[in-house]
């Protein structure tokens, strides 16, 4: 079986500026996003609020508002929960071993190290 040869690693000073220009690019679009689907949200909490108030139409938001918690709470304690513990911290690792185990796998070998 013929091996594959390696890519050679993107080093040095301009991986190092494309690098930083990256994350903040990646940082701007996440504030930028998490801005826009706040103000959303913002703006159907106090949509129900005055649908409340004014008793126009009783529990008319009510499902669409418990619908948003339902979803948004537990992603944004499973999204704090990461930050804190570091899940983000190597994002290419797992990609880095989905190709270590791939060779394993070709060359018929078992698979060894932990898995994850």
Not at 13 to 32: D, E, M, P, Q
Not at 42 to 69: H, P, Q, R, S, W
Not at 87 to 101: N, Q, S
């Amino acid at each position: 079986m013929k091996e594959r040869g390696h890519l050679r690693p993107v080093t040095g000073r301009h991986a190092r500026s494309n690098r930083g220009i990256r994350n903040a690019t990646v940082i701007l679009f996440a504030v930028f996003v998490l801005l826009i689907a706040g103000l959303g949200f913002i703006y159907k909490m106090t949509e129900f609020a005055a649908t409340i108030a004014n008793d126009d139409v009783e529990g008319f938001g009510a499902m669409a508002v418990g619908t948003y918690l339902i979803g948004v709470v537990p992603i944004i304690f499973l999204t704090l929960w990461a930050v804190f513990t570091g899940k983000f911290r190597d994002i290419e690792r797992p990609k880095f071993r989905l190709f270590e185990l791939d060779r394993e796998i070709e060359r018929g070998g078992e698979l060894r190290g932990r898995h994850g």
